[in-house]
């Protein structure tokens, strides 16, 4: 017996197109924002001479750390980028990850927050979650490229996607792990919803969702070889050469330069967190 094929792709098709037709301007205002984004981020960072800030992000380093290996390792890493000739592609790269997490806390901080102060909407969105993250990232790319062009904005838009769903379930888990004792002392004192939420659940809350952002960031690093599929500048682009033409040298000079950004980014962040802070 056979059994017809459900045509799923094409009802989606037809809901992608639905969404092109009806809604081009709008996609290209977001795509006109989020390009113009990166690019002023992309100048600030390209308008720093590259030793300059070389020391500057080490500095940071050693300030969110207070670990001289990290600040060594930081000054090294970068000044070895930039010694294999990667540091305009490290940029852009960086300016790709920056603006798909600050996209991702932006959106995916007040969803968390909802979620916690709501069983129903965390019902909604966790299966909405699971769904962005098993979905593979090359599928976000075909709907991003129909909206949004070639470029630097769909391999964004695909990272955000990608990158977001742990800020919002780590925001909700920090939130949802106050303690009820102090919870309900707040309550006792008068606190309205607002003023629970700002001065007692979220300051409590902050490691966490800074394990979060942590997990974005890298989530959105992992997107940088699959956003130069569709035109995105930095470092996949020499990556995607190198597999191209089986260049075993160029793709470990790209990738250690992937590699050396991604633990930067980890190492920092990790560092900022209140938690780690103290010890």
């Known amino acids: 017996m056979n059994i017809p094929k459900l045509p799923l792709g094409v009802y989606v098709d037809h809901f992608v197109q639905f969404l092109n037709d009806k809604l081009l301007g709008f996609f290209n205002v977001i795509g006109t924002v989020i390009e113009t984004f990166n690019d002023i981020l992309v100048g600030i ?4 001479p590259a030793i300059l800030l070389a020391v500057i992000v080490a500095g940071l380093a050693y300030w969110a750390s207070r670990r001289w290996g990290l ?5 090294i890493g ?6 294999l000739g990667y540091w305009e592609q490290t ?7 920056l603006t798909s997490v600050i996209i991702s806390m932006i959106i995916g901080i007040p969803l968390g927050i909802w979620c916690s102060q709501s069983d129903r909407v965390s019902g909604i969105l966790s299966p909405i979650l699971d769904f962005m993250q098993t979905m593979p990232a090359f599928v976000y790319l075909i709907p991003a490229i129909l909206f949004f062009g070639i470029g ?8 955000v996607i990608f990158a977001m769903p742990p800020t919002i379930r780590l925001t909700n888990l920090g939130i949802r792990q106050v303690p009820e004792d ?3 002392a707040s309550n006792a004192f008068g606190s309205t919803t607002s003023q629970k939420l700002f001065k007692v659940q979220l300051p409590l809350a902050t490691g966490t969702i ?8 890298m989530l959105a690093l992992s997107m940088v070889v699959i956003a130069s599929l569709v035109g995105a500048p930095g470092l996949g682009v020499e990556v995607y050469r190198a597999v191209q033409r089986i260049q075993v040298g160029l793709g470990f000079e790209a990738g250690i330069a992937i590699v050396i950004l991604a633990i930067i980014l980890d190492r920092i962040t990790q ?8 010890r």
């Open 71 to 75: 600040t060594v390792f930081t000054l």
């Open 182 to 184: 102090l919870v309900e």
């Open 91 to 97: 940029l852009d790269s960086l300016a790709l990850v």
């Open 78 to 83: 970068l000044l070895l980028i930039i010694n």
């Open 45 to 48: 960072l390209a308008f720093i």
């Open 152 to 159: 630097v904005t769909p391999g964004i838009i695909a990272s």
């Open 210 to 217: 800074m394990a979060g952002v942590n997990q974005s960031i």
């Open 271 to 278: 560092s900022l967190n209140p938690s780690k802070r103290k």
